[in-house]
């Protein structure tokens, strides 16, 4: 079966690339993914899947019954928004949608969704259940995910495979990680509500600013003695706005950012254990305080009879020595996260990496791929779905 999906998908490269090369001219950004969803549903439909638009809004839901059976349903989720970042390539199908770019590789998760529906459509007689395509609109602000549950589509899926592309992994390598992939991301907002009063008489005012200044030092230092070094929080204070005049003392400063973190105990914690030490710190210095903390998405944590299988799948396919172990987890978040609270699931790492050349980071102006993955990861994917069958055919 192995060498059928490794055929099909080295014939169907050429047709891939393509593919690939006008989702990356044409970014849509999150929520506004409208041709590139119509342009994947003309795709899935060529195929013979089942497939329903305005998903999620603007995703789409390709079904592709396997002849077999099966009441087992296997989704595979890509993904297919661009972000708000002028490109800066040079290459001959750069964007042609000024200051929106593809630059986390969501053109070739969806790039390789397809190519992954094209192989197995063709094998489906061999298929025992049903995969179920999810293209995805809005990860890159963390909503497409909840739309899309929230239309249906993970009922009856008993398993779901995700894929991310990663530059420092070279090409045709695939990145696994066993627990823990991703974190979980919360939104947070202080206010400090102080007193006004005469930049030449600070006394008699309570001065914002400073005892904003005091929250921002005091959460960083109080993370390095009051949580476990080994269940990382990262808390970012990205934006802070406030103050009226240069003489004025400020009565009223607004600090926004994220809180990150790995463990589920951890993450339950912090909206409190953070509230304890802005009011501390208000009360100490006469201010009062506003919070909202808002969750964000869960964190990623990789089940571990679906890592194995698509583990074992990489390694039949290219050999051992073309999987790479992850041995840390990202404080990126994912929201691929939100499928995993409706059924068992794991996501691993495409290598895209270039042997030859500087690998800019994601989501930079420059970020670009090497075309060779897209096989890689649609063997990895087809090869991996028809191991799902196997592996639980074994188990009973």
């Given at each position: 079966?192995?060498?059928?999906?490794?055929?099909?998908?080295?014939?169907?490269?050429?047709?891939?690339?393509?593919?690939?090369?006008?989702?990356?001219?044409?970014?849509?950004?999150s929520g506004e993914e409208y041709q590139t969803a119509a342009y994947i549903a003309g795709v899935l439909s060529s195929?013979?899947?089942?497939?329903?638009?305005?998903?999620?809004?603007?995703?789409?839901?390709g079904d592709l019954p396997g002849e077999g059976g099966d009441r087992h349903l296997l989704a595979i989720r890509t993904?297919?928004?661009?972000?708000?970042?002028?490109?800066?390539?040079?290459?001959?199908?750069?964007?042609?949608?000024?200051?929106?770019?593809?630059?986390?590789?969501?053109?070739?998760?969806?790039?390789?969704?397809?190519?992954?529906?094209?192989?197995?459509?063709?094998?489906?007689?061999?298929?025992?259940?049903?995969?179920?395509?999810?293209?995805?609109?809005?990860?890159?602000?963390?909503?497409?995910?909840?739309?899309?549950?929230?239309?249906?589509?993970?009922?009856?899926?008993?398993?779901?495979?995700?894929?991310?592309?990663?530059p420092t992994i070279p090409a045709g390598s695939v990145g696994i990680r066993h627990g823990v992939l991703t974190a979980?991301?919360?939104?947070?907002?202080?206010?400090?509500?102080?007193?006004?009063?005469?930049?030449?008489?600070?006394?008699?005012?309570?001065?914002?600013?400073?005892?904003?200044?005091?929250?921002?030092?005091?959460?960083?230092?109080?993370?390095?003695?009051?949580?476990?070094?080994?269940?990382?929080?990262?808390?970012?204070?990205?934006?802070?706005?406030?103050?009226?005049?240069?003489?004025?003392?400020?009565?009223?400063?607004?600090?926004?950012?994220?809180?990150?973190?790995?463990?589920?105990?951890?993450?339950?914690?912090?909206?409190?254990?953070?509230?304890?030490?802005?009011?501390?710190?208000?009360?100490?210095?006469?201010?009062?305080?506003?919070?909202?903390?808002?969750?964000?998405?869960?964190?990623?944590?990789?089940?571990?009879?679906?890592?194995?299988?698509?583990?074992?799948?990489?390694?039949?396919?290219?050999?051992?020595?073309?999987?790479?172990?992850?041995?840390?987890?990202?404080?990126?978040?994912?929201?691929?996260?939100?499928?995993?609270?409706?059924?068992?699931?794991?996501?691993?790492?495409?290598?895209?990496?270039?042997?030859?050349?500087?690998?800019?980071?994601?989501?930079?102006?420059?970020?670009?791929?090497?075309?060779?993955?897209?096989?890689?990861?649609?063997?990895?994917?087809?090869?991996?779905?028809?191991?799902?069958?196997?592996?639980?055919?074994?188990?009973?």
């Amino acid at each position: 079966m192995l060498c059928e999906i490794r055929e099909l998908a080295d014939k169907l490269a050429p047709r891939l690339i393509e593919i690939r090369r006008h989702f990356h001219a044409h970014p849509e950004l999150s929520g506004e993914e409208y041709q590139t969803a119509a342009y994947i549903a003309g795709v899935l439909s060529s195929c013979g899947l089942q497939v329903r638009e305005g998903i999620g809004k603007t995703g789409v839901v390709g079904d592709l019954p396997g002849e077999g059976g099966d009441r087992h349903l296997l989704a595979i989720r890509t993904d297919m928004d661009a972000l708000p970042i002028p490109e800066r390539t040079g290459l001959e199908y750069a964007s042609r949608n000024d200051g929106v770019m593809h630059a986390c590789g969501h053109d070739l998760h969806a790039t390789l969704g397809l190519g992954t529906a094209m192989v197995l459509s063709g094998l489906s007689e061999k298929l025992p259940g049903t995969v179920r395509f999810l293209f995805q609109p809005a990860e890159e602000i963390a909503q497409g995910a909840g739309w899309m549950v929230a239309d249906g589509v993970m009922e009856g899926v008993t398993g779901i495979l995700g894929v991310h592309v990663f530059p420092t992994i070279p090409a045709g390598s695939v990145g696994i990680r066993h627990g823990v992939l991703t974190a979980a991301a919360d939104h947070l907002e202080i206010t400090i509500l102080g007193e006004s009063g005469h930049g030449a008489r600070p006394h008699e005012a309570i001065d914002a600013i400073w005892v904003a200044a005091q929250v921002v030092t005091s959460l960083q230092q109080a993370i390095a003695r009051t949580h476990n070094p080994l269940h990382p929080v990262v808390l970012t204070i990205g934006k802070i706005s406030g103050g009226r005049a240069p003489n004025a003392i400020a009565d009223c400063v607004k600090l926004v950012g994220t809180v990150r973190s790995l463990y589920p105990d951890t993450h339950a914690n912090l909206p409190q254990w953070i509230e304890n030490i802005v009011a501390h710190i208000c009360a100490t210095y006469g201010a009062r305080y506003e919070m909202n903390y808002q969750r964000g998405v869960p964190s990623v944590h990789n089940d571990p009879m679906l890592t194995q299988i698509v583990e074992l799948a990489a390694q039949e396919s290219f050999g051992s020595d073309r999987v790479v172990y992850l041995a840390e987890p990202s404080l990126g978040a994912e929201d691929f996260s939100v499928y995993l609270e409706r059924a068992p699931g794991t996501m691993f790492r495409l290598g895209v990496g270039h042997p030859d050349r500087t690998n800019y980071p994601l989501h930079h102006p420059q970020f670009e791929i090497d075309e060779s993955a897209i096989v890689t990861g649609v063997v990895t994917l087809a090869s991996a779905a028809y191991k799902y069958w196997q592996t639980l055919a074994d188990e009973d």
